[in-house]
């Protein structure tokens, strides 16, 4: 049976990126990895993973914990075909993707619970040291967001 194995990273929305940037590395120590401009997406690490936490900013008119990309993300054991086995699985009990996505770096699909928390379930695709440096070159969102097909049988 398909099985979380940990929390993988959050991801926080947040006024001012920036001023995340300059807490999260100067006041926690954590490293930058990469900053997307056109994304305003700031992305750190404690050192071993592409990231641990993420930070967004959210539209000046939308609620600070619930827009955009927030969220937590939980790792999953097994690959592709596990995460597909888990979105039929949520999806047979009623719940509704919002998206899936192939992040290079990992493969995932986003959901809301029932207080409209979103969860990211994923898969490593790459080995985080690898991806940490994949993180670290891309240049926009389209780097590292990419359709993924869930609803396709496995192949």
Same mark, same amino acid.
């Given at each position: ?43 750190? &690490? @404690?050192?071993?993973? #592409?990231? =641990?936490?993420?930070? %967004? ?10 827009? $955009? ?5 939980f790792e999953i054991n ?29 493969? &995932? @699909?986003?959901?809301? #619970?029932? =207080?409209?928390?979103? %969860? ?10 690898? $991806? ?24």
């Amino acid at each position: 049976m398909a099985q979380i194995k940990q929390v993988g990273h959050v991801v926080l929305g947040v006024r001012d990126p920036q001023k995340s940037i300059n807490f999260y590395t100067e006041t926690l120590g954590m490293e930058l990895v990469k900053f997307l401009e056109d994304m305003q997406m700031a992305f750190f &690490s @404690f050192g071993e993973r #592409d990231h =641990d936490l993420a930070v %967004i900013k959210v539209p000046d008119d939308a609620p600070v914990g619930s827009a $955009g990309l927030a969220h937590t993300a939980f790792e999953i054991n097994g690959g592709e075909d596990v995460l597909r086995e888990l979105y039929d699985g949520l999806k047979a009990k009623g719940v509704t993707a919002e998206m899936t996505a192939d992040h290079v770096l990992t493969k &995932s @699909f986003y959901f809301l #619970d029932p =207080d409209g928390n979103r %969860i990211e379930l994923f898969t490593q695709s790459i080995p985080a040291a690898e $991806g940490k440096s994949y993180l670290a070159n891309v240049n926009a969102m389209d780097d590292v967001m990419r359709p993924l097909d869930l609803e396709a049988a496995a192949t």
